[in-house]
């Protein structure tokens, strides 16, 4: 429950979804550089703890969906 203004408890709604993330790999002489980015949102199904499911890796590229 949350408090609105004028004081009344207000019931919070929850929308469960699913992140997927993307990491870049750049070599960058000798240095390693990841670069992280939200590319996309969905809808999920709640769920009582965190699920990591790897879509995609290339060794340059790798995406994963994070749900929870």
Known sequence: MSE????Q???????????????KRRDDKS???DHWSVIGLLPAQASK??????????????QYSWSG
Do not use: A, Q
């Open 4 to 7: 609105s203004k004028s004081g």
């Open 9 to 23: 408890r207000v019931p919070i709604e929850r929308f469960p979804f699913t992140v997927i993330v993307e990491r």
């Open 31 to 33: 240095w390693t550089i």
């Open 49 to 62: 703890g965190f699920e990591k499911t790897m879509l995609r890796d290339d060794g340059h590229l790798s």
